[in-house]
T-cell receptor, first 118, second 113 residues
């Protein structure tokens, strides 16, 4: 099966511009997560979708970040307007529902989208 | 609040030497425990995981980890390191199934020829 795919792999924008990151989870995975790693620090949780619903968005840093998952398939994360401190790597991950044969909650990660804000 | 510590920011070992990467967590109950590896230019790959049962778990690429409840630790080990193991290693915990992960800061491993 195809893994989690993220696009773009790298984006360079200027402060004040808008960027939209996309994540395609593994087919059939209801759980979708966004994480980010800023300036070599810890990987921090941003939010969690179950299908199209936001289960937990407690990690979203501010209202410049907007995540959507229309139809419960792919997800987008928009940063508008981007600030310098938003630079980092944005990871997407997906996982199965518990009753689908997996009882460990393993997350399958994409390769990340590197965002550079100048 | 949950936290995960990886005391070693950077470790350098010689190829063929043994390796132990430390991970400690702060959480009331036994969480779900994971080790991920990120090689340069790659995403996060799961090495191994623990949620119950045998406290010594085997993973891919010859890695193993031991859960010690009394020490709240989940240290990663490998008996003989290969040059291709050079990467960054992350310990992660989740309080329960499906809940978001808390990651440690990562340990960067360098391997000398």
């Amino acid at each position: 099966e195809a893994g989690v795919t993220q696009f773009p792999s790298h984006s360079v924008i200027e402060k004040g511009q808008t960027v939209t990151l996309r994540c395609d989870p593994i087919s059939g995975h209801d759980n979708l997560y966004w994480y980010r790693r800023v300036m070599g620090k810890e990987i921090k949780f941003l939010l969690h979708f179950v299908k199209e619903s936001k289960q937990d968005e407690s990690g979203m840093p501010n209202n410049r970040f907007l995540a959507e998952r229309t139809g419960g398939t792919y997800s987008t994360l928009k940063v508008q307007p981007a600030e310098l401190e938003d630079s980092g790597v944005y990871f997407c991950a997906s996982s199965r529902r518990r009753w689908e044969g997996d009882n460990t909650g393993e997350l399958f990660f994409g390769e990340g989208s590197r965002l550079t804000v100048l | 609040a949950q936290s995960v510590t990886q005391p070693d920011i950077h470790i350098t070992v010689s190829e063929g030497a043994s390796l132990e990467l430390r991970c400690n967590y702060s959480y009331g109950a036994t969480p779900y425990l994971f080790w991920y590896v990120q090689s340069p230019g790659q995403g996060l790959q799961l090495l191994l995981k623990y949620f119950s049962g045998d406290t010594l778990v085997q993973g891919i690429k010859g890695f193993e980890a031991e859960f010690k409840r009394s020490q709240s630790s989940f240290n990663l080990r490998k008996p003989s390191v290969h040059w291709s193991d050079a990467a960054e290693y992350f310990c992660a915990v989740a309080p329960n199934y499906g809940q978001n992960f808390v990651f440690g800061p990562g340990t960067r491993l360098s391997v000398l020829p």
